[in-house]
């Protein structure tokens, strides 16, 4: 697994950036990492922890002269981006994303692209609950999926050249059609994000037990809502927004099978219960079988 | 922390059961722990891995005589089994039990307890996604909450010593009102639950996704999930058709607050959802400072 970049820039300096920046001087890239943040303050940062190798002032000095650049920046800002750096864009370079949504990131970003210039969406499923210049850790994406997500017309070489890269950097990597890549990440984590908000939402909103009480008894089950719903509002505001669709269709079927069991809860209906209840048990089996998670005892407890 | 009991009974040999009798025998416990559970294989496999001092073969032989009496069964049953021991039990001699629900599960037990024996109702809050005789271990309750809430006219000295009996298991013990109990736990534990639940239910019903995806990428959120939705199905069943008020409750509030969330999604009102999703991550923070969880930077990793 070889890295065929000179030169990588990373715009948007969070913490997706600062991870591919540690984990590629971990995989000993020796070229230069260039990077640039709207905000200042996430550039000063940057520059004092030397999170990259050069620091730009703008989203085009960064860019400029690179072999890929990688937009690290919400999805509802990715088009402006792209917009922004395409005059500076180096013919045979390569423009990538790590956005959540890829459907709306190759319609903003892909009118974009000049002539001459690949671009190959990507989607790194990792993450923390954090966020930030300081966030990122070399070890964030080792094992962890990153999909690639062609845009219509991706060059194959550009394909595998960012497949290799990401392999680098310590994911496992699948290349994915993006209406099913959409889909698919509405299930796994778009959906269960925003039922993570909501559910954290009402705890605190009731008014008959106090936001510290359900703080101090959270390990009954709520605490896991609360890690999920503690990632960065931003992102995930676009991720919303911008994977819509799916969102509200996957939406839907859940309340659907939440009224279900809502009615059988009403009705004393045990056995519907019970028969739900057991079935999804056995999903849970099919993710330790394949090695997702663990079996040790310890729900609730230690997890750090 | 002093365990006044001579003889403890415990029925029904399931993970919480089998926790206390590991819990009781490592905090020196030196009387007799008898047992008893409906299903002959539970009990044969009881006995075979010596996980209390006698297996009975009715609850009644396991109560007679005993000091305390464990009613560790599903919320649904525990009625029945205190009709069926009250005859046996003896004068002086506190009933207690360990449902995650507790109106109900006093509404059932309290008319079969007879005068002179005490019945204090406790809660631990503890558990795993395990269950069956095989599935305890002594460390399950440490510095875990356990809730006493006591029956109207539970006597005050046996109600000191089930607390200072689940403090020598490792709790952390709190007196609390049964309403406030139910209601508490139908948003931090019930509603969540049940919501784990549907959303794992609406994966893998998904005709689109296969389960063979869904288990593969479920790091992404949805592993959380599966997680809280792999515990004992007749349990689950139990706390649900017996705590129905709080968690409809809870339910029509939480779906309330979800389709507001699903209007700003589909009006594509990002600024409702950057300050809701701003809010909750604020109730996570609350949870790290009260020391209920760990900060670490590996969400969705290696949780074991």
Not at 41 to 61: H, W
């Amino acid at each position: 697994m070889s890295i065929s970049y000179n030169r990588i820039a990373l715009i948007g300096l969070g913490l997706i950036a600062g991870s591919m920046a540690h984990a590629l001087r971990r995989a000993g890239f020796e070229g230069e990492i260039t990077g640039y943040a709207r905000s200042a303050e996430t550039r000063e940062i940057a520059r004092e922890i030397n999170l990259v190798d050069r620091v730009c002032e703008s989203a085009s000095e960064a860019a400029q002269d690179a072999d890929l650049v990688v937009l690290c920046v919400p999805v509802g800002v990715m088009g402006a981006v792209a917009k922004e750096i395409a005059p500076v864009l180096k013919p045979g370079a390569t423009v990538s994303d790590v956005g959540s949504v890829k459907q709306a990131v190759i319609d903003s970003v892909a009118p974009h692209i000049p002539e001459g210039v690949h671009f190959v969406p990507t989607h790194p499923m990792a993450g923390t609950e954090h966020s930030g210049p300081r966030a990122g850790f070399a070890e964030l994406f080792d094992n962890r999926w990153c999909l690639i997500v062609p845009a219509p017309g991706s060059d194959p070489q550009a394909i595998d050249k960012i497949d290799e890269l990401w392999r680098a950097l310590g994911s496992t990597t699948e290349v994915m059609e993006i209406a099913h890549h959409d889909l698919l990440c509405a299930i796994v984590s778009h959906v269960p994000h925003l039922i993570a908000y909501t559910m954290v939402g009402v705890a605190d909103d009731f008014s008959r037990v106090s936001e510290q009480e359900v703080i101090k008894f959270s390990a009954a089950g709520f605490r896991d809502f609360t890690r999920i719903a503690a990632s960065d509002p931003t992102m995930w505001r676009d991720v919303f927004l911008e994977n819509k669709e799916a969102t509200l269709e996957i939406l839907g079927r859940f309340t659907e099978e939440l009224f279900a069991l809502q009615r059988a809860i009403r009705t004393g209906d045990g056995e519907q219960l019970f028969d739900y209840f057991t079935h999804t048990r056995a999903i849970r089996r099919g993710i330790i079988e394949a090695g997702q998670d663990t079996d040790a005892p310890d729900f609730g407890r230690g997890k750090s």
